[in-house]
């Protein structure tokens, strides 16, 4: 298992930026993916974006151009620059680890994008 801490969320207006950061208690480098998960009020949890252990990334159709996620191994970091954002942005944002062996969640950010 990890354990993961998400920061850096806020209230942000309409086409700011945000970056959240995801800190991990022991290395990532082994972990097969590392991703970012959202839930707004009433709403399932949804992918956001996710980064391989090789570095390949995968994100939803409704972030691709204005986010991005990056992986620091070295530092047991995972990161997620948000840009442009809009108000259905609006969401609690989840790091997520996993392995064949384990699923990992922190305890979220909240992130509130005013119009």
């Known amino acids: 298992q990890v354990q993961l801490v998400e920061s850096g969320g806020g209230l942000v207006q309409a086409g700011g930026s945000l970056r959240l950061s995801c800190a991990a208690s022991?290395?990532?480098?082994?972990?097969?993916?590392m991703g970012w998960y959202r839930q707004a009020p009433g709403k399932q949890r949804e992918l956001v974006a996710n980064i391989t252990s090789g570095g390949a990334t995968n994100y939803a159709d409704s972030v691709k151009g204005r986010f991005t996620i990056s992986r620091l191994n070295a530092k047991y970091n995972v990161f997620l620059q948000m840009n442009s954002l809009k108000p259905e942005d609006t969401a609690v944002y989840y790091c997520n680890a996993k392995t064949d062996l384990f699923d990992s969640w922190g305890q979220g950010t909240q992130v509130t994008v005013s119009s």
């Open positions: 022991r290395s990532i480098v082994s972990i097969k993916i």
